[in-house]
């Protein structure tokens, strides 16, 4: 590891500490690694490093435990101990050594002494910043250190006497992007822009999904990518009708619809795209009047996208396009204001517009703040990603609508000013879009 990158992760406890200290000197947290599971057999899952811990320390090895102590300003690592055997099997270990040296550990044990270490980690400490929940197994272990650390108590020593989520100080921190978060996500964004762009190119008629999916998949890797930021959805026809359609196998045919949603991780940031195009480069009119609107409501919300504003403020600026828009083509009758009252919308677009984007693609970080939805503030990153959806079976539209499904989504920085879209670089307008399917 770099040392910029070791400075960042030093940076970034220091700042936790801090902030924890400020509530109570006495406290220590504790995070766990993200578990290993088994796919099938021997055979595991492509591991992932939790979001928090990657986020303090840069070490994506799995079965580390972080260990930091507000008030002596510490940091305790717990991590597999190297093993020539199994690291020829599985490749390196950076080891009890290796996490002093290049990650930031002022002490560090192997994991096996997970048990014995923890409970002297917690004496005289009054406050645990723990999560618990997330990692059952893991629970059981801080449960046994406070026990254990409880039963010194005839020796003289305090122990914790309350738990506090940990995400109540770093989440907040998470939430608000500084120039290094940036920079990951930005890149993470160029490269899925490439990926969305190269299959627009090369998308025809008679193509499966699956072939789509390959070549978006190809160019993250290609490009630096570690791994997509969340399961691909490219669904033609009236699987794009399919919020969270998976399969990825059908042919496509032409005059249909392809809409992808897909996006990269770079350095751990997520990028969440989707961009709606047509299999043999044109638009159908139904199509194209579809495909307006959820564009209009969209350039809505980015709009609303600044400072003061609020996620639900967004919405409602999609909400009211798309419910005009509904009414103009006929698909919605009645006073535009009331069935924005009665949400009649929803059969069409039924989900919300935004969430907060970073380590994980669904990012961390409250939405609301004393029961209000939260003022957006400079440095926060979310997704404007509006649509219509008409399902093949809706017998109150006509016909020649019928299995339509469009969603356009970019990635949103909040600043001073004005929105700054990640993804901008991606066509997006009916020409454009036309344009780059040719």
């Not at 969430?355 to 609301?368: E, F, I, K, R, T």
Request: with cysteine; hydrophobic share 35%.
């Amino acid at each position: 590891m770099c040392t910029c990158h070791s400075e960042l992760y030093g940076k970034r406890r220091r700042a936790f500490l801090e902030a924890i200290a400020a509530n109570e000197p006495d406290s220590v947290a504790v995070f766990a690694a993200a578990p290993v599971f088994t796919r099938n057999n021997d055979v595991e899952h492509e591991y992932r490093q939790d979001s928090d811990l990657f986020y303090l320390t840069g070490f994506a090895e799995p079965g580390t435990v972080l260990v930091l102590d507000a008030k002596e300003k510490k940091t305790t690592m717990f991590v597999r101990p190297r093993d020539p055997e199994r690291e020829t099997w599985d490749g390196p270990r950076a080891g009890v050594d290796g996490v002093k040296a290049h990650f930031g550990a002022d002490e560090a044990f192997t994991t096996d002494k997970v048990a014995e270490e923890l409970p002297k980690l917690f004496q005289n400490k009054k406050r645990l910043y723990y999560r618990l929940g997330p990692n059952r197994a893991f629970d059981d272990k801080i449960l046994e250190g406070l026990d254990r650390a409880r039963a010194r108590g005839r020796l003289g020593f305090s122990w914790p006497v309350e738990i506090v989520d940990p995400g109540t100080i770093l989440h907040e921190m998470r939430l608000f992007k500084s120039s290094d978060d940036l920079a990951s996500m930005r890149r993470a964004a160029d490269i899925t822009a490439e990926a969305h762009i190269r299959a627009m190119k090369a998308t025809k008629p008679g193509m499966h999904e699956f072939q789509v999916e390959a070549m978006l998949l190809e160019t993250f890797r290609m490009h630096g990518s570690e791994r997509p930021a969340y399961g691909s959805i490219v669904g033609s026809g009236t699987n794009a009708t399919i919020l969270h359609y998976r399969l990825n196998n059908r042919k496509m045919e032409d005059g249909e619809l392809l809409l992808i949603d897909a996006g990269c991780e770079y350095d751990y940031y997520a990028s969440d795209v989707t961009r709606t195009f047509p299999v043999g480069g044109k638009f159908t009119k139904e199509q194209q009047a579809i495909y307006e609107l959820v564009l209009d409501a969209q350039e809505a919300g980015i709009d609303k996208t600044r400072k003061g504003s609020s996620l639900e403020q967004i919405h409602a600026a999609c909400v009211e396009v798309i419910t005009r828009g509904l009414v103009k083509l006929g698909l919605l009758q009645g006073d535009v204001d009331q069935l924005i009252k009665e949400d009649a919308h929803k059969p069409f677009f039924m989900h919300k517009t935004s969430h907060w984007l970073g380590m994980d693609v669904h990012d961390v970080g409250n939405y609301y703040v004393g029961g209000k939805a939260r003022p957006l503030e400079p440095g926060m990153v979310l997704t404007v990603e509006p649509g219509i959806y008409i399902a093949k079976d809706n017998d109150k539209v006509a016909p020649e609508w019928r299995g339509i499904g469009v969603r356009i989504e970019d990635d949103i920085l909040v600043t001073d000013g004005d929105p700054d879209n990640l993804t901008k670089q991606i066509p997006k307008t009916v020409a454009e879009v036309q344009s780059a399917c040719a």
